[in-house]
C-alpha cells in the first residue's frame, strides 16, 4: 500500500476513528514506509522492552535496535527522560535514584498526608485567588469524614508478610525498621509489609511499645521510632 493508498484508506470512513481499529491502522502504517510490524509480546524482557528501555538498562541491542536507535534519536529521548525524573524527584524533595517501588510509597504517603492536612483544615491551594471562593466552602467537612488510612497498603509485592505468630511480630518489625536506616512510624512501617497499612498498624504499634521497653528501638516521640545502633 502506497501512502496515497493509505491517506485514503483511512480518512473519512466512519469507523475509522474508533478506538477497536487502532492495531490495524499501525499494522498498515508500517507497511507504507516498509518497516516491519509490532511483534507479540513474549515471555522474557529482552524480547519485549522497547529500546529506550534496554538501553537504560544497560542492555545489549541487536543490530534492528541499533538502527531504530540512531533514527529515532533515542539517546537524546533516554537523556530528556533522566532530566525529567531528576527534575521531578528534586520537587518532591526525594533522591534521584528511587526505585519505582520506593517512588509509589511515598507517593502514597504523601497523599495520605495531604489528606490529613485538609482534613485538619490546612488546604494547599494552588489558585487560592481562584480556588477558594468557587470550592472551599464545605470541603473540610467532607475530607474530614474519609478514612483513608485504610487505603494506604503495601506497593511492592517483593515486600515479606507481616508475621501472624506474635513472638515473631517484634523481630520483624525491628528487622524492618533496622533496613530503613531512618525513623519511622508505625504507620510507615505497616506499610513496609505485604497486604499492610491500617490492618497492622494498631500491632506494630503495641510491637514498637514493646521494642522499646526492651531497649531494641529506640522512641523519638511524635510517634517515630528508629532501630538502636549495635555498639
Not at 525524573?85 to 520506593?102: E, F, N, Q, V
Not at 518489625?173 to 531512618?182: H, I, M, N, Q, S
Request: hydrophobic share 45%; with cysteine; glycine share 8%.
Amino acid at each position: 500500500m502506497d501512502v496515497e493508498g493509505f491517506i485514503e484508506r483511512w480518512t473519512g470512513g466512519e469507523g475509522s476513528a474508533e478506538r477497536a481499529n487502532y492495531q490495524l491502522f499501525l499494522a498498515e502504517l508500517c507497511d507504507v514506509p516498509g518497516v516491519a510490524r509490532p511483534e507479540p509480546a513474549g515471555a522474557t524482557h529482552a524480547r519485549n522492552d522497547y529500546v529506550l528501555e534496554k538501553l537504560r538498562a544497560g542492555a545489549a541491542l541487536s543490530a534492528a535496535e541499533e538502527d531504530v536507535k540512531r533514527r529515532g534519536r533515542v539517546l537524546i529521548v533516554k537523556e530528556l527522560h533522566e532530566t525529567i525524573d531528576a527534575l521531578t524527584a528534586a520537587a518532591y524533595g526525594w533522591p534521584a535514584d528511587l526505585s519505582d517501588a520506593r517512588v509509589l510509597e511515598n507517593l502514597v504517603a504523601l497523599n495520605a498526608a495531604r489528606a490529613a492536612e485538609e482534613a485538619a483544615g490546612h488546604i494547599r491551594w494552588l489558585r487560592p485567588d481562584y480556588q477558594v471562593p468557587r470550592f472551599a466552602k464545605g470541603k473540610v467537612a467532607r475530607t474530614g469524614d474519609l478514612d483513608l488510612a485504610g487505603a494506604v497498603v503495601a506497593i511492592d509485592r517483593a515486600l515479606p508478610a507481616f508475621p501472624a505468630d506474635r513472638l515473631e511480630q517484634p523481630l520483624a518489625v525491628e528487622a524492618r525498621l533496622a533496613a530503613a536506616a531512618r525513623p519511622m512510624t508505625a504507620a510507615e512501617l505497616a506499610r513496609g509489609f505485604k497486604k499492610g497499612g491500617k490492618r497492622v498498624e494498631a500491632r506494630i504499634a503495641q510491637t514498637l511499645i514493646t521494642l522499646t521497653r526492651y531497649g531494641r528501638v529506640v522512641d523519638l516521640g511524635a510517634g517515630r521510632y528508629a532501630a538502636r545502633r549495635a555498639a
